[in-house]
């Protein structure tokens, strides 16, 4: 296994929760400072560009980082075991998407909230910029994608074009060539920006393919423990910038297509955006620290506690929302109990069902309205609107503003849920 890790005779009795620690060498500290994983080059027009050396990186496995791997596997595999025995894991999916959605696409700088979107998505009119919305709306369709396109198609820089034109396609930064990868330069920094006074310049054009296909090369590895090996192939990605705009968001995509390939997560509940977006300023720290001074072990333990934070944070949500739910239906069962008893054989007849059915719709989407509902469950408006009313005389959704038309009901108690805070330290003890 290439880890190129520099060994010692003293061992650190690793967390057997983790079947990797078995295969890793264990390490010594080095006494030597790391240096950048690269090599920074001068441009024909006097720009220096840095261009990332092949991963893996020289690595060295100190006891703390062991610890947060061993942390982070034991977590994710918790969230893994626990979150696929959920009631209704496909149903929880979808809400937990939107949220990564609206996080990710808030580090580039769009303001629309998961409210708003999730409100939008049921069909009300929501204020909010459309082209905000859009953004998000596309951060969806290209994880979506990814998702499906993964049946037939493994993680590759031909998924990766595709994802970028999904991003992109008629939303701000369109004429950045969605779906191709960029013929020109680009760099970062701060707004107005030149080459000329850039924070980081990524790999010149013409370096540009080889990076990429080493990078991809590296996606492929199976002797590397997963977590880690995602957590340097995104910053690899970063570091590539390979489009023109896009690139942030891409690069998080990628971490949840990367977890899904590898069967880590038999349902897609974990997202990392939420963390990034909460330590944004320690997010592009961690990233900057590996390009100008090979600061790996800190980025890896950065992300690996992402990981652990978020794996807690994602069950934690999905427990306290079946929870409501379940409580939601025993609440309408009991009601529907008494009109079964007085309709008989009638009981189980389809629109005595409807408020059932509507309480596994608040699942998928807090907001409802009347139109959507009676459209999802396939039902004459009249029989939809009943169900509603059942559940807000039940108190599980609430009327939004004072329409008397086109009315927007919202089940705000899972809606809290979702947009609570994300977790960035470990729970306190009970």
Known sequence: MRLDTVLSNQYYTANNDSPYFRSLPRARIMSTP??????????????????????????????RLMRALSDADRLIGRLAGEGGRLPNPHLLMRPFLRREAVLSSRIEGTQATLGELLAAEAGAAVERSPEDLREVGNYVAALEHGIKRLARLPLSLRLVRELHEKLLRGVRGEQATPGEFRRSQNWIGTPGCTLSNASYIPPPPDELMDCLGAWE??????????????AMAHYQFEAIHPFLDGNGRVGRLLITLFLIERAILP???????????????????????????GQWEEWLFYFLNGVA?????????????????ERWRIGVGGTLAGTGARRGAQALARPVRVPLMLVDILAANPYMTTKKAAEQLKVAFTTAQRGIQKLERLGIVVQIGGAKRDR???????????????????PAPT
Do not use: M
């Open 267 to 293: 349902t897609p509940l974990l997202y990392l955006s939420a963390f990034f977006e909460a330590t944004r300023r320690d997010y592009y720290d961690q990233l900057a620290g590996v390009s100008a001074r």
């Open 408 to 426: 927007v009901y919202c089940a705000k108690a899972i809606l809290d849920i979702l947009e609570e805070p994300a977790q960035i330290a470990p």
């Open 217 to 230: 090369k590296f996606l492929h590895e199976r002797s590397l423990p997963p977590l880690a090996q995602i």
């Open 309 to 325: 934070r978020q794996s807690e944070d994602a069950l934690g949500r999905a427990e306290r929302i079946n929870k409501l739910l």
């Open 34 to 63: 790391p240096k950048p994983p690269g090599r920074w080059v001068q441009c024909p027009t006097g720009y220096r560009a840095f261009i990332p050396d092949a991963l893996p990186p020289e690595l060295v496995w100190t006891p």
